[in-house]
């Protein structure tokens, strides 16, 4: 129902070639594609000022925009697959391998997809809060009460001032089991013995576990779940080079990867670049042979054929001179 309205909204800038739209559950996306000589920048403005004036129904979060760029594509993907626990791999590759990728001169970005990120999470034991008189709302309310850093005032001693702030967060699943549980149903919890806030922890009726959110995206590589890594290059550099230096970079880093561990590049777009251009050359090179051998033929003359033979590559030296002085590649 909201999608519609934006495109109408939408179809009215200046430039638009093509529009699509797509739909999941909980949120939509609009893609603009623009004229290679609009400015984009411009557009960005008129899209943003189209939108603004769009009244969206309560609870609906306002519209990102986010303006992107074909070259901005990832160009190569890497695969990590171990018979290590999941969340042991990721933890490897956020504190060694991505920082080994990133400092490749002309890398963009590095990003890494296909896998659950780290949560701490909290099991409920519905036997032991029915026992108590206990509901989730009641945990919740005391992680957010007390487990939190803020400022506590100040604190004076004479002439000397000093701030004082609380240092109240969990940073361990064993301290977020020890919170306490003061409040049932919103009041302060008063009853002695087990029922009492003095002793009543989340620990006695949940379980606590530094373990890794819902998995809702999967990578796997040749059939086995791993950790696809993403690899941008910087805007305007050359992506065939790059991608050398990556691969040399990946194995140097098969020579020291932990046991069980295997690293390989699963897609790697320059390989067609390279295969483009490579076939060029051979074309030419070809190209260039059979024109000399049917002036020979049908002229007779060697001389004939000998001047063709310099002509060609002059022409070709000429044209790939004023290609080359005008930024442009093959």
């Not at 909204?9 to 093509?18: D, F, K, M």
Request: glycine letters at 10%; one cysteine or more; charged letters at 25%.
């Amino acid at each position: 129902e909201l999608i519609e309205p934006i495109e109408e909204r939408l179809l009215g800038i200046e430039g638009v070639t093509q529009m699509r739209s797509s739909v999941r559950q909980g949120a939509g996306s609009v893609t603009l594609d623009f004229d290679i000589k609009r400015n984009i920048d411009v557009a960005l403005q008129e899209v943003q000022a189209a939108l603004s004036q769009l009244r969206l129904p309560l609870g609906v979060d306002p519209p990102v925009i986010r303006k992107t760029n074909p070259e901005d594509q990832p160009f190569m993907f890497i695969g990590v697959v171990s018979d290590k626990p999941l969340r042991e791999t990721l933890l490897w590759i956020d504190n060694y391998l991505l920082d080994q990728l990133r400092f490749i001169p002309g890398i963009g970005e590095v990003s890494i997809g296909g896998f659950p990120e780290r949560n701490l999470r909290i099991w409920p034991d519905s036997r032991k809060l029915e026992e108590l008189e206990l509901t989730v709302l009641d945990l919740a309310t005391a992680i957010q009460s007390q487990h939190l850093e803020s400022a506590a005032g100040q604190f004076v001693n004479g002439r000397q001032e000093l701030r004082v702030r609380w240092m109240g967060e969990a940073v361990t699943p064993e301290e977020v089991g020890n919170i306490r549980l003061l409040r049932r149903g919103g009041e302060v919890i008063y009853q002695p013995g087990q029922d009492s806030g003095a002793g009543l922890r989340i620990k006695d009726v949940a379980r606590v576990e530094d373990g890794l959110s819902d998995v809702r995206r999967l990578a796997r590589i040749n059939g086995v779940e791993g950790v696809g890594i993403g690899v941008r290059k910087q805007r305007g550099g050359n992506e065939v080079d790059l991608a050398h230096r990556v691969r040399e970079k990946i194995e140097e880093i098969q020579a020291d990867l932990p046991e069980g561990y295997k690293l390989q590049i699963t897609v790697d777009m320059t390989r067609s670049t390279e295969a483009v251009v490579h076939t060029t050359y051979e074309k030419l090179a070809v190209a260039a042979i059979v024109t000399i051998l049917v002036c020979f033929l049908f002229l007779g003359s060697w001389q004939a054929a000998v001047n063709i033979l310099f002509s060609i590559p002059t022409s070709i030296v000429g044209t790939f001179t004023i290609v080359y002085f005008s930024g442009f590649t093959l």
